[in-house]
């Protein structure tokens, strides 16, 4: 006897089949097995024979009583009988009551979490505690306002890309950061239409960088003091993409949080660039009419349109952090561990998948308790 | 006795039909909880009490731990030693299933037995013949005495066929086919999961059914293959 060629058919789906455990798929791919090949129908129809017989077996009549007598048990007898009768013995003893009360109230306790599906009760437990340990272990969210310091161990302004997106992201949060700090209406229409000269494309990857940069200004604002993005490169940013040079910070910069890193720079810079107040104005100035003059150059987000007025609204941040950058020749410390947006976004998403996965294995298990109107399945 | 009267015994056809009957069944609903009150009563120092349950499961475990040993004697005793082990044990029992819990007891008894035999290695049990005393007791007098005979004689088939089977094997197509447990139930009975559950069954029967083949002369002619 051969068996056809629908190998994937085998003895354990016909037994499943047999005892109604298939899916409709399965069920259906046995059937039209079944009709098409004679010798698969021979397997299942004997298969199906021997279940039967086998179920028909007699039962086996009892030899004798397994009935237990007082001397096979009577060490667990007699301190089962003990202990149960140790309250009638002292029937006056007023605080047995409370601690009667108590041990209710702990085995009532005990019971409760120890009936059920015990796996279900663990995994629900293990799930809450990576929940916890989630929650306590993941970063805060991260801090926009936070000036971006350059990663790179390069200077800035080094390299052709450095001076197309690096700078920029970097002078333009340096100089968000007043903005921020001076959260005032913008007068969108004017920042909507002013748009950078520079493509579209690298718009994003400015926002993505400035925003990874953002987050690690808050660690490294006393090294940013001292490290210097080359002031020609930024003033040559500043003229050919102000806007999105200025726009991409802005665009993760919340509005009020920009005191921090203002505060920051201030204190860094403090020291030693008495001087350097005239200069953000000077770089917003010379920015403006830059923006202004891309305005109708490519469009730009409406994001971006509340940080340009920003920007302009404060200018006198941006020359001390822009001859910062320049006195900066050390490169800036990498960026901390502190997450983007996406980072922080991408923890909450785990805790809430761990939240979600403790509870419903919690209902399960709670489901699977025995209730007092039915407890599972029992054969008579 | 009848044969017939086996069948109401507990071992239904259908594990599907069981399942549905239970559901629904307010007698087995009461008895479940007269079944927590035995309990709590015996854990008090009512020996009375876990006797009511051992009369009512004795059946049950007897027959799973004859099918496992293939012997009255061991059987006896390992089912004896299951009840003092589950009374000994009783603290344990969280609620749940009690019959699953107690039949847990039993095979993991059975399969001691069976481990110390093999140690000694005093019995094979391809050797042991069906105990005849049992099989004649199972009349049922719609049969004619031919049709008795050829009846003992496919059972006895059926019972050497389980016998050659491996413990893991016999254990799960006993529990689910003799005695109709589901899956999950013997999943929890002997301690794995569905899926292996699911494999014994299956490669259980098929040795069976390939030990029935060998021995066709006694089956229906269903059972003989197409290319005799």
Redo the contacts between chains.
Sequence with gaps: ?NRSSYTPI???L???YI???VTDEEKARVEAAVAAD??LA?EL???R???????D????????????R?E??AD??AR??????APAVRPTRQASQPTGARDGLWQAML?FF???N?VLRNAAAVAALFLVIVAAVAPSAPLATQTAVRPETEPIGTTPEAQALGEEPTVAALEAAPAAAAPQPAPVTEAAVASPPAPAEEAPAAVERSAVMRSAAADSTAAFAAKAPVTGEVESSIDTGPVSMLAVPAVVSPVGEAPAPLTGLDAASGAGEPEGAAEPSTAVETGAPSVESAATAAPVSDESATPVAEIASAPDVAPVQKEEIVAAETPVAPAPQALSASGWSIWRLIQAALGVLALLLAFLWLRS??S????????? | MRVCQFRHFGFPHSIRSMAEIVKSDPEIIQATMDQDQLIERSLRGDLDAFNHLILKYQNLAYSVAYRLLSDTEAAADAVQDSFIKAYRALESFRGGNFKSWLMRIVTNTCYDALRVRKRRRTDSLDDLPVEEEFVTQLIDSRESPDQFVERQELNGLIEDAICSLPEDQRTAIVLCDVHGYAYDEIAEITGVAMGTVKSRISRARGRVRGYLVQHSELLPAAFRPNSE
């Design positions: 006897m085998d003895d354990e016909l037994s499943a005892d109604g455990l004679p010798a021979w129809d004997t298969l024979r021997t279940v039967e017989l086998v179920r077996l007699p039962a086996i009549p009892l030899p004798r009583s397994f009935a237990l007082e096979q048990v667990v007898l089962r009988r003990a202990h149960s009768a019971n120890n009936s059920g015990l308790r025995p007092a109107s039915a407890s599972g399945r029992t054969r008579a």
